[in-house]
Every structure is written in structure tokens, then in C-alpha cells.
């Protein structure tokens, strides 16, 4: 199987000197490991905007997905808000990523650290068109928790 290759123009920051730039670790991954350009301490509790070093030029009719890295989520409670976070395709600043510590002890980031992972992703887009009434389905409007046991 062969991916769709989609070409990022990519421009690294100042603060990304000698910084890889977002890759994939292995052929199969989904997600490019993108690395912290600055070194803190996340709190428990607490969040922090984390700098990459790079900014991008992401094509019309895609996005850019920021997920957290299941290690660090599992191992240390870091994850990152607004999961996923979207990167849009007309952005043209720093990247950064949104990172929480929901664990127990403070979390040290050094400059270099892969932090989250980067998914390119298409991006379909809807018309909102106003009706009177919405068809009836056999779950109507029940929410949350409303199909579980």
C-alpha cells in the first residue's frame, strides 16, 4: 500500500536551529513527531504553549491534526488540549502545541524533546442550510451517556 503524499512547505524559526523537523519514526506511523524548540516545566494541573521552531504552508483542502504521543500520555499524564488541535491551511505562524500535565509530578521539557505527534488530514467542508424540521431518527435528541448502559 502506498500513502498520498502531500507536500508542506516548511520554514524553520530561529529557535528550531539544529531541530529535525516533524518526521515519521517509523513506515507505518499515521503521525510525524514534531519536537519542543524551548526547554520549562509543566506543573500538574497546569498547561503550557510549547514552541516548535517551524512554521508551515499547509495545502488548500487539508489540515494539520496535534495529537499527543501515547507514551507520553500513559508514562506521564501529558497530553495535549483541545485534542485534536487543528492547524489551518491559511495559518502561516509558529507552530505550537498545547500541552497539559494531568499526572501527579512536574514535567520537564528540554529543548529537542518530541512532544506530540502531527497528522496531515483532508478537510471536507459543509453547508449549513436552515429547515423547519429535521427528520426523526430512532435516537432523536438524546445526548450524552444516552446510548450506554
Request: hydrophobic share 45%.
Amino acid at each position: 500500500m502506498r500513502f498520498e503524499l502531500i507536500e508542506i512547505a516548511v520554514k524553520r524559526l530561529p529557535n528550531g536551529a539544529g531541530l529535525d523537523l516533524p518526521g515519521y519514526a517509523t513506515d507505518g506511523a499515521a503521525g510525524m513527531d514534531v519536537c519542543a524548540a524551548e526547554s520549562l516545566t509543566i506543573r500538574p494541573a497546569a498547561r503550557a504553549l510549547v514552541a516548535t521552531g517551524f512554521a508551515v504552508a499547509i495545502p488548500l483542502g487539508y489540515e494539520i491534526q496535534v495529537r499527543p504521543r501515547s507514551g507520553l500520555a500513559f508514562k506521564q499524564g501529558i497530553s495535549v488540549l483541545n485534542t485534536p488541535g487543528t492547524i489551518d491551511s491559511d495559518y502561516r505562524g509558529e507552530v505550537k502545541v498545547l500541552l497539559a500535565n494531568l499526572g501527579e509530578d512536574d514535567f520537564a521539557i528540554r529543548k529537542g524533546d518530541r512532544i506530540a505527534q502531527l497528522v496531515v488530514a483532508p478537510v471536507q467542508r459543509g453547508i449549513m442550510r436552515e429547515v423547519e424540521n429535521l427528520d426523526d431518527t430512532a435516537r432523536g435528541d438524546g445526548g450524552f451517556g444516552s446510548t450506554g448502559v
